[in-house]
């Protein structure tokens, strides 16, 4: 744990460091997923930076793309993408850009941004890797203010009434949205209730509940 906290201080200032250079971009949907994604990487995930395309990787989908600082940061520290170019974040030309974008970053497993998308996306992959028998899983990361989108839930039901076992969505519920708090925009509560109506396994923090 001690090892893990110091790689998410370590990358807080990639992002900050990032964002300032830009001059533009989302911080604080950035920072708040520091901690999910760098223990997806460094302690949960099975990948190897050296083989990006191993057919029996996890999968991670970053749905919320424009949070993308954080897993530039992460993907540069475990080996996949050059970290002295970090600072061109969102510049032209660069392969970083403002949103995950393969023809960039080909070790990148989707091209994302597009709020609403990512959850069907990883439901694919996650129904490919049953039909190959391969272990892989994908995992999902949603932001808050992107789950007032039709399309995550009409794919969240469709993952529980198939049993999709090995997909996991991770719902970054930071409760604030670009517009201001996701309760006065359209308030989700109960939020673990609607996934598990779903057919979904739930685990919430104490900030959820």
Not at 15 to 42: D, N, Q, R, W, Y
Not at 51 to 73: E, T, V
Request: glycine share 8%; charged share 25%.
């Amino acid at each position: 744990m001690t090892e893990l906290a110091a790689i998410s201080k370590r990358m807080r200032r990639e992002v900050i460091e990032m964002i300032t250079e830009a001059k533009s971009g989302h911080p604080g949907g950035s920072l708040s997923a520091v901690e999910l994604v760098v223990t997806l990487f460094f302690d949960v995930m099975r990948h190897d930076p050296a083989n990006p395309k191993w057919k029996d990787r996890d999968r991670f989908i970053l749905s919320k793309g424009h949070c993308c600082p954080i897993l530039y940061a992460v993907m540069a520290e475990c080996g996949y993408c050059p970290k002295d170019q970090l600072n061109t974040l969102r510049k032209l030309g660069s392969i970083y850009q403002g949103h995950p974008d393969v023809r960039f970053l080909p070790s990148l497993e989707a091209s994302t941004g597009s709020l609403g998308e990512g959850l069907s996306i990883g439901i694919g992959m996650a129904l490919a890797a049953r039909l190959d028998k391969s272990p892989s899983r994908t995992f999902v990361m949603l932001g808050d203010g992107e789950i007032q989108e039709g399309q995550i839930w009409e794919a969240a039901m469709f993952a529980g009434f198939n049993k999709v076992d090995n997909l996991v969505a991770i719902v970054d519920s930071n409760r604030i949205q670009l517009d201001g708090f996701v309760k006065d925009i359209m308030d989700e509560s109960p939020l673990a209730d609607k996934w598990a109506s779903f057919g979904w396994h739930v685990k919430s923090t104490a900030w959820e509940q």
